[in-house]
């Protein structure tokens, strides 16, 4: 498995360092401070490992300072990168790239269709099927080698 995106930099914060980061995980020890990240410049310019000195939340988003980067002219050098990291180990729980490409099946065994793509949602993430069906995550009752198994209300595929 590659690495997957967590977080993009959106800016510098202060004079000192701190960048503004925007999460798309839920997975905070992302942030824990000695954790090595590997850092997409914008613009597709390479990569490079940045390592996590301390974060703390800011305004529904997180300011963080990497080692080594020190003043604001070298955290400007960060704006809008991507933060990427390997997948997370946790047999408990299914991530989206889990999910793409995996058959959905109903309760009664019929197929739904393929997971293309995965839809965020206030309520509950929405499994985004090729014939553009939408099924709510919730309902998610088993995710096992190319399937997934799900029960749905009546009606949701009419």
Known sequence: MGLLEIGRVVRPHGLRGEVVVELVTNRLERLAPGTE???????????????????????????????????????????????????????????????????????DGTVRGLVTSVQDNPASDLLVLDDGQLVPVRFVLEVSGSEIRVEVPEGLFD
């Open 37 to 107: 990240l590997v850092l997409a410049a914008a613009g597709g310019n390479g990569e490079r490992p940045v390592v996590v000195e301390s974060a703390h939340p800011h305004s529904r988003r997180y300011l963080v300072r990497f080692v080594g980067v020190d003043g604001v002219d070298a955290a400007e050098g960060l704006r809008n990168g991507l933060l990427l990291a390997p997948a997370v180990e946790d047999p408990g729980a299914f991530f989206v790239h889990d999910l793409i490409g995996k058959t959905v099946l109903d309760q």
